[in-house]
């Protein structure tokens, strides 16, 4: 029986709550307002699917004993592995056998103890990356462009649906009411499925995972949870895993997560991941002229970076809802309607980051990150008209 979206499962929770988090506090924030109305083609995702496998981990060197009897405290301590690549697009049945390298390793929050999950490279069985491994092109990237040192922090927004395969918590026969008061709600009505996502807070903190904060996000049952600031290729790594494990929590709860940048049509928000980005220059006392000289340079290739930011975009970059059109570029101190926002704080200080908006809610993150230092340190030119 689907569970009931307006009450709390406690049950589910409780395990999730029950892991430790180290020195991490989470704070939640309150603020007086009034009310107003008005995907399966890779291992990892891709249109919403996820991939995953399990397996004891054999050591290397390959003489070694079949599973490891302390825990894994380097990455060099696990063996190269292989999946069958024709059955998730990226290998042809005739030659299907696609290699995965271990790259960065978390802790399990779901079988505790010294289990890990991993994040693996994947590459063709000649040594090539596969075509969908842009964590490749995005580590060559992060080390060319290590003397700036680059941060990032993304905020992930997203859609929880139920069984049903309406928006978790609408009315079976109806809609809730304009959006308003959902916003970082707070109350029966405004929020859904708080407890799924506490839990997935908490598992990410076990995990390693850098997560820095939720919120309820403008349109009822979306959701949004920032990741960082990590260094290069970090991000990617991070981001990942904090989207298995929320989808893989969301199981237990009988929800399924839409990483859509659009998944309603109407006077409803679309969902985004946009994209915060900093580095050593733009940190330093008068970093704003590095700013702004860095928006320059992302608007000479717009277009291209909007070929990366994320499939269906154009349904979300409208000029609406908070976004530029997908057709045009802009850039505005706390202006939520332009391309790249500069926080007020920042401008105030002359130092610190800016927030690129255009990045839809099912992004490689890799990629984006990987673009951002390409256009803005690598001096990546624009393509030719």
């Not at 029966?188 to 997560?211: F, N, S, W």
């Not at 960082?228 to 199981?251: N, T, V, Y």
């Not at 809802?321 to 500069?342: D, K, Q």
Request: aromatic share 10%; net charge negative; with cysteine.
């Amino acid at each position: 029986m689907p569970l009931d979206p307006s009450v709390a499962q406690p049950a589910l929770l409780q395990k999730y709550m029950d892991l430790p988090q180290g020195d991490k506090i989470q704070a939640a924030s309150h603020t007086r307002r009034r009310r107003h109305t008005g995907l399966d083609d890779v291992t990892g995702f891709q249109n919403g699917h996820f991939r995953s496998c399990d397996h004891s981990l054999i050591p290397v060197p390959p003489h070694s004993p079949q599973t490891l009897d302390g825990p894994v405290t380097d990455i060099g301590e696990l063996k190269e592995w292989n999946f069958d690549g024709s059955s998730t697009g990226q290998a042809e049945g005739r030659d299907s056998d696609v290699f995965l390298r271990p790259a960065a390793i978390f802790r399990d929050p779901f079988r505790g103890g010294n289990n890990i999950l991993v994040i693996a490279e994947t590459f063709n069985n000649d040594g090539t990356p596969n075509k969908h491994n842009h964590r490749y092109s995005c580590s060559k990237s992060m080390e060319a462009a290590k003397a700036h040192e680059p941060w990032f922090g993304l905020e992930q927004e997203y859609t929880i649906f139920g069984a049903d395969g309406r928006p978790y918590g609408w009315p079976t026969n109806g809609f809730p009411g304009p959006q308003g008061p959902y916003y970082c709600g707070v109350g029966a009505g405004k929020v859904y499925a708080r407890d799924m996502i506490e839990a997935h807070y908490r598992a990410c903190l076990y995990a390693g995972v850098t997560i820095s904060g939720i919120n309820a996000e403008v349109m009822p049952s979306q959701w949004e949870f920032q990741v960082g600031p990590c260094p290069g290729k970090d991000m990617g790594d991070h981001l990942w895993m904090a989207r298995f494990l929320l989808i893989r929590i969301a199981e237990e709860w009988g929800i399924t997560v839409s990483l859509h940048p659009k998944p309603l049509a109407g006077d409803w928000n679309g969902a985004g991941c946009h994209t915060n980005f900093s580095t050593k220059e733009t940190r330093a006392e008068g970093g704003l002229k590095t700013i702004n000289e860095m928006i320059k340079k992302l608007e000479s290739r717009h277009m291209e970076h909007i070929e990366v930011y994320g499939e269906d975009n154009d349904m979300r970059l409208s000029g609406r809802h908070e976004t530029a059109h997908i057709s045009s570029f802009s850039a505005g101190v706390a202006n939520r309607g332009c391309s790249i926002r500069i926080p007020r704080q920042v401008a105030f200080e002359g130092k610190g980051y800016f927030e690129d908006r255009r990045p839809a809610s099912n992004i490689d993150p890799y990629r984006v990150c990987d673009i951002m230092v390409q256009t803005t340190l690598l001096s990546a030119p624009p393509r030719s008209s």
